[in-house]
């Protein structure tokens, strides 16, 4: 895209006021691609200031449908939207939103045959799942092709996120080294959590997508960011930037 139509000049007017993107980051916007693994409390708001901001193409992957407990936080999602693919669903909330965007959409569980094919027209890679199979997975396959990827976790009144750059930090399984066993941790549905900290969290990794396409300030690259809603407090940790013997980081050297 050369130059932005008086229609988008008046829609980011916004962003081209700020230096740190102008007219020329606004394209950046508008050619990036944006795929987000999963539909639910961390990819709806994901999504949806993603595509208001305008990255010109999203990808949502999501195989479950929507049901009533996910309107709680899932604000891409409407009343009547139950019973649909949640993909379809964010797919027209995001077209009715902003008609810049192309969004594709794959009504399918993220697995070892899929998720490399899956990730390669992409630019950046948003991790909004909530199971640890699936993080690892995600984790080591942007690993192994290269992709950088922002990684988040909600549970009650907490939050955290980190974003991996190839060679610049270290990636998930540097840091977690292995999924927890089977029933170790409690999931949201034991727990509970609420409905903001989605959107707190979500948000948080759609400025790291937009930041690392407008080539803009610093990434969570070898920090992870913890935050607690109760007591509102962030807090950083500053993660090594390697770890000797993480097997995604050495299987991606060979």
């Keep these: 895209m050369d130059r932005l139509t008086k229609e988008q000049e008046e829609r980011y007017a916004r962003h081209l006021a700020l230096k740190e993107a102008g007219e020329k980051g606004q394209r950046k916007l508008l050619n990036g691609r944006v795929l987000i693994i999963g539909a639910g409390g961390l990819g709806s708001p994901a999504a949806m200031y993603l595509a208001a901001a305008g990255v010109g193409t999203l990808g949502i992957v999501d195989a479950d449908e929507v049901d009533l407990s996910n309107l ?8 009547e939207d139950i019973g649909r ?3 379809q669903s964010v797919k027209e909330t995001i077209s009715e939103m902003n008609p810049d965007v192309t969004v594709h959409i794959y009504q399918i569980f993220v697995d070892k045959e899929n998720i490399m094919d899956l990730l390669k027209n ?7 799942t909530d199971n640890f199979t699936a993080k690892f997975l995600i984790n080591d396959a942007c690993v192994k092709a290269g992709k950088p990827f922002c990684h988040a976790g909600i549970l009650g009144f907490q939050g955290q996120l980190m974003t991996y750059v190839p060679e610049k930090g270290p990636c998930y399984r540097c840091i977690f080294k292995n999924p927890p066993p089977k029933d170790a941790v409690p999931d ?22 937009i930041k690392y396409l407008l080539q803009a300030g610093e990434l969570l690259t070898g920090r992870l960011l913890t935050y607690d809603a109760l007591k509102m407090e962030f807090h950083m940790v500053k993660l090594p930037r390697h770890v000797r013997g993480c097997t995604a980081c050495t299987a991606s050297q060979n």
């Excluded at 709680?72 to 009343?79: D, E, P, V």
């Excluded at 992409?122 to 909004?128: E, G, L, S």
Aim: proline content about 0%; some cysteine.
């Design 72 to 79: 709680q936080r899932q604000i891409a999602h409407r009343t």
């Design 85 to 87: 693919a949640k993909v």
């Design 122 to 128: 992409y630019d950046f890679i948003i991790d909004a």
């Design 188 to 209: 949201c549905k034991q727990t509970g959590i609420i409905g903001a900290m989605a959107g707190v969290i979500g948000s948080l990794q759609a400025m790291e997508a």
